[in-house]
């Protein structure tokens, strides 16, 4: 009758733990010199009108794309270099809706590229509660300059190593 809590206890155990085929994929052989590749933050906008709060990768084969999808969304997208944006492939990480300010992402630079799939590493950061500056909803976005080729799908990575976003083929 002992082994009865035991047993319980350890199949409870067993079924909190994460099977191997649902832990996080191992991308580190994505950045080695054969597969790395340069993408750079462009832009960015603190309100970007996400519908909802899981975080969206969406690629833009054009400069004219990604006006049309801001000007659609109301979007003011804030420039983050003194050039302008020229014609090139882009992608909007847009983090998710969120119900305060205090939220943002940061794309690194380092990107990697396997059978034409792009995969991009985020920090994702979150205000400390009682910390926004506001109670008004936020959903900011980043827009990242791709590197010219052509991607199949784009997958995103947070700082835990979890995949964040995807998306298949561009619009």
Not at 51 to 72: D, I, Y
């Amino acid at each position: 009758m002992r082994l009865l809590p035991t047993f319980l206890l350890v199949t409870l155990l067993a079924a909190c733990a994460k099977p191997a085929w649902v832990r996080a994929p191992d991308f580190s052989s994505w950045f080695n010199s054969e597969n790395s590749v340069t993408v750079q933050e462009v832009a960015r906008a603190n309100v970007c009108e996400t519908a909802g709060g899981e975080s969206v990768v969406t690629m833009f084969p054009t400069l004219g794309s990604l006006q049309a999808w801001a000007s659609a969304r109301g979007v003011e997208l804030v420039p983050m270099t003194t050039r302008p944006l020229g014609e090139a492939p882009y992608a909007v990480i847009e983090f998710g809706q969120r119900p305060n300010s205090g939220y943002g992402l940061a794309i690194s630079r380092q990107a990697g590229v396997k059978g034409g799939e792009l995969l991009l590493k985020a920090t994702f950061f979150e205000p400390t509660p009682g910390r926004w500056s506001s109670d008004e909803p936020s959903s900011p976005c980043v827009v990242v300059l791709l590197p010219a080729g052509e991607y199949g799908s784009v997958r995103l990575i947070d700082q835990s190593g979890e995949v964040r976003a995807g998306t298949e083929g561009s619009q």
